[in-house]
Structure formats: structure tokens, C-alpha cells
């Protein structure tokens, strides 16, 4: 999570960074590509109309009465259908004997329409261009020259030549053009922005698979990441492993620490406990160590399974499956308990069904559970297990006086005992319930449909 609380997503700032590209290199090269198209019909539109009036100026000539003509007509055939869009025009300009005269000759395309154009008057050989006002209300590209005619009779006179064009032939095929263009990149962007999508897509599978991978480890199905990855992670995934190697490693050593370390406190307690035994009866001294012994005997055993399960629970990979479990414990009951003559039942239980966890810790919590049971049980005590999602409910009933619904959560305190005259250290409950909550789970006592007492022990199941 970022600062602001927003998830960062791989896939969406590659999409995004990806939509960005692809949006603006549309754009620039539409841009440019219409530029382009408009550019060069412009300049084919200016290139007709020069080629009209070349043709025009060469075609041009006066008669024998000294009057203007054309020697052949334009080779354009739309010079001659009316109001084709394609014109051509000469005016006689005024000199100092005759007056202007517009349109003294016309194509037939003009119909009875003589073009109205500016007043200027460009030099030899030059060509103006303008824009004018056409028939039927179109806009007209024109360009015109000025040529001097002798007319034979010792008189020369200006005319002006004018070609023209109307602009809707160069600028509906630049509309068609851009239209068809934008939708061709239209398309194309869309094509890319699917490209994008299954490239990310396939781009981030080895993702995806690595996230599978690390789900099968943290439910305990493998102790490390396996299988064919990109050498892009695979780093990642030899660094990954390593770490927990040495996290295996380091609770082992956790585990084999806490084990002499249990072994270097119980001899030396043994050794007071047999020199408080060897004291003369009634010795306060004595009693004094004897019960110091004993507390003292409680809080080591207490300490160590608790740092135990703590260094174990965090293990990734760890599972145990219950059924060996549940079995050997009752062996070891029956065994145990074998001069009262209990009836030890498991209710069926799946083979396949496991906790998410290690199974000494597992032994830890339902030997301490089945212990309890077995001491206060009158005949009879009851094993079912129920698998619900990812949790196991193990229960665990005995018929023998239970326990009072408010007493029910002070037996859970470390050190306290339901009844002192029954042998036990009162930690069992305490330290079944500790390593529950370690593994996310809990210890709940209710009244059990034997009378007696329920112990419900959830747990996470492993997959």
C-alpha cells in the first residue's frame, strides 16, 4: 500500500503507460499523415489549375478582325459540361482607347455566369492566385495571367486569362480521406490496445503462477518454491527459497536450544527436589523448596512450549495430518489409563484431512485435551474432527462432571486447576490454548452431549 493508502497495480501502469504510447503515436501520425494527403492534393489542385492556364495562354490567339479566340479547345472535358466546377475565363482589359470587358470569352462550363474577380493586375509572366464566388453559391480556386495581344492592326491589347477549380474537389477528398484515415487508426489503435492486454496478460502469467506457488507453500503442500520460471524471477525465487532454508535452520535451532535448555533446568530441579525429599518431615525449609521446585517445574514447562510453537508456527510448509495423530495419542491413553478401563472413541475422519501447522504441535494439544478428558471421564470419551473451509474443528467430549459455565474461562489461566485433588501441573489448558491462538485458531469449552465437558479446538486446515 502507498502512502495515500492506493494500491499499486503492475498491470494497470503497464496498461496505462501502454495507452498512452499508443494514443499519441496515433495521433502524431494522423496528424502528420493528414497533413501530408492535404498538402499534396493542394498542391495537385494548384497544378490543374497552372496546367488549364497554360493551356489557355497557349490556345489563345485573335482572328483576322483582330478579335480574341481560341486556336483548339481545353483537352478537360469538364470544361465543356455546365457547371462542372472546372472553368476557364478571359477579360479585355481597359486601355486608353476601348473599355474593360469581362468575360469575352468563357468556357461552356460557365454556362451564362462570368466570374467576378479582384482588380489587380499582375506583371508579365506573372500568376496570381485567388479565391471567388463561383455559380451556385461554390468557392472557386482561380489563378490568372496577364498577356498582351497584337491584334493586327497595329493595336496591342491586355487580356487577362483566368482558370478555375471548385474547391470542394480538393477538400471533399481530403474529408474522405481524413474519415477513412481516423477510422483505419481507429482500428489499429483498438488492434494495439488488444496486443497490449494479452501482452500484459501473458507478460505477468509467471506472476500469477509464482503467486500459486507461494499459496502451496504457505498451505503447507511444499517447503519451497518449484517449477519453470522466466529468468527474470528466477532470482527472485532462489532468494525466496533460501530464506526459508535458513527460517528452517533457525527453528530448528530454536527447537534445539529450547530441548537442553529444558534438559539443564530439570536436573538441577531434580537434585533440590530429591534433597527437599531426603529433609526431615514437616521441614519448613524443605516444604519451602519443594514448592518452589514445583512452580518452578510449571513455568519451564510452560515457557518452553510456548517458545517452541512460537518459532514453529511461522514455518512455511508445515503440516501435519491428523488421523496418525489422533491414533497414536489414543494408544497412548488407553495405555495410560488402562486400570480405569475408558472407552476411547474417534468419530471417521477423512485420511486427507491436515493441520496447517507442525505436529508436535499438533501431539502438544490434543495429548494435553485427551489427558484432561481421560482423568475426568466416568467411562466414556469421544474424538470427531469436522473440516470446514479452512478450519478444522476438533472435539473432543468426556461424561464426566464438566465443568461450571463460569469456571470455564478462569481454567484456561495459566496455573489454574479445576480441582487440586486431581494430579496435574493446571497448565494444559493454558498452554493448548496459547499455541491455538499462535496458529490463529482457539480453545472453547461447553457442556458436552455426554454430560460432562466439550473441548472445541479450531485450528487451519492445510489443503
Known sequence: MSQAGTPHSLRLRLLAGTLVWITATILIAGWGLSNLFQQHVAAQFRAELNMHLDQLTAHFAADAEGRPKLAQALSDPRLSRPYSGCYWQIDQLADTATAGKPGVLRSRSLWDHVLAVPQDTP?????????IAG???TQLGM???TIRIDTGQGVTRSYR????????????PITRFNGMLWLALGVLGSGLLIAALVQVWVGLAPLRKLQAALAEVRSGTTQGITGDFPQEVTPLIDEFNRVLTQNAAVVERARTQAGNLAHALKTPLSVLANAANTAPTGDPLARLVHDQISLARKQVDYHLSRAQAAAAHRLPGARAPLAPVIEGL?????HIHAERG????VAPLAATTRFQGEAQDLQEMLGNLLDNACKWAAHTV???VQAEGEHLQIDIDDDGPGIAAGQRTTVLQRGIRADEAVPGSGLGLAIVDDLARLYGGQLALHEAPLGGLRATLTLPAAA
Open 123 to 131: 506583371g508579365d509572366g506573372e500568376i496570381h492566385q485567388h479565391r
Open 135 to 137: 455559380p451556385e453559391g
Open 143 to 145: 489563378v490568372e495571367r
Open 161 to 172: 486569362l483566368i482558370a478555375a477549380t471548385d474547391e470542394s474537389l480538393m477538400t471533399v
Open 330 to 334: 489414543i494408544r497412548a491413553m488407553e
Open 342 to 345: 475408558l472407552q476411547l472413541q
Open 382 to 384: 469421544v474424538v470427531s
